[in-house]
């Protein structure tokens, strides 16, 4: 079974949307889990609607607002009965054959995580673009994935793209997991990786649909330099976890991505500093080429 979570804030105007493209899911082996983060929209009216639902094993309000889409995750992977967990984002919508055609790959090549090709749209689910393939055949193993595309980034770009196994996650890891503003769902997908031949595989179909607005959470957080103040730290952890080391060319890696980010998000003097200031408790080697990078600049002016 498929346990699925929608975490919902504030996103009343799409949820009849998003729920009804989970109940007329043609694979039809899961149960819905459906938390409000304290809305203060009419999302609970149009959550109301669904309750008598037979799919619907959960509906939990919160009284206050977490402030943590993560620990929305965490309330509803502790309440799941499911062996597979799909976050299905309450803004999102998918096709309706996504849980077959995802299941039918995780049978097939014995994925701890899949995930399918997605759609960015806008509010009035137009096309923004079609994001591209992430793996260059149907499955890979998981260890090999996780040193090739996450140690530096998260291509994962959406977390309703996703289903993955539920018991391949350690208990402990959502204590870290929850810490995070930004990059915890980079984590989740870093924390996978481990013994024998297991695979992480996609469906090469759109078939999930990523709602993206005007002003978005992560704008906001890349604004605020979380992609790489946090992503320094994930890419640690993955590292540490696939025995990696943190060698020079790991640093410079790290200090290449900080210069591209600054100037893609215009990162503020404050927000540099910030950066700065954790590379020289965190990794001394890309505060070195910043401040080398510096001087330079004062001398050759």
């Known amino acids: ?80 009965q499911g062996e597979y967990i799909w976050i299905a984002e309450s803004d999102d919508y998918a096709e309706l054959t996504f849980l077959e055609k995802t299941m039918d790959s995780i049978s097939k090549y014995n994925s701890v995580l899949c995930f399918a090709l997605t759609t960015i749209v806008d509010k009035g689910d137009n096309t923004v673009m079609e994001q591209p393939t992430i793996l260059p055949d149907l499955s890979m193993n998981i260890n090999l994935f996780t040193e090739n595309y996450l140690l530096y980034s998260n291509p994962i770009c959406n977390a309703s793209m996703v289903i993955f196994k539920k018991d391949a996650i350690a208990a402990n890891l959502w204590n870290n997991i929850i810490n995070f503003k930004y990059c915890g769902d980079w984590l989740l997908w870093g924390s996978f990786c481990g013994e024998g031949e297991v695979t992480v595989s996609e469906v090469k179909e759109y078939l999930n649909y990523f709602r993206t607005h005007s002003v978005n959470v992560s704008n906001k957080s890349e604004d605020r330099g979380l992609g790489i103040l946090e992503g320094y730290k994930v890419s640690e952890i993955i590292a540490k976890r696939l025995h990696l080391k943190l060698d020079k060319e790991y640093s410079k890696n790290w200090y290449y991505k900080w210069q591209s980010y600054k100037l893609k998000f215009s990162y503020s003097n404050s927000v540099n500093k910030a950066i700065l200031s954790m590379f020289i408790k965190e990794s001394p080697m890309v505060a070195y080429y910043e401040l ?10």
């Not at 109940?23 to 609970?44: A, H, R, V």
């Not at 799919?55 to 995750?73: A, C, D, L, R």
């Open 1 to 80: 079974m498929v346990s699925v979570i929608l975490p919902n804030y504030n996103h009343a105007p799409y949820l009849r949307q998003r729920i009804e493209s989970i109940l007329n899911q043609t694979y039809q082996d899961f149960e819905l889990i459906i938390l409000d983060d304290c809305s203060p929209d009419n999302s609970k009216d149009v959550i109301e609607e669904y309750r008598s639902n037979s799919h619907i094993s959960h509906i939990v309000y919160n009284e206050t607002n977490s402030g943590s889409t993560f620990k929305q995750w965490k309330k509803g992977i502790e309440l799941a």
């Open 292 to 301: 080398k990078r510096l001087i330079l600049r004062l001398i050759t002016r």
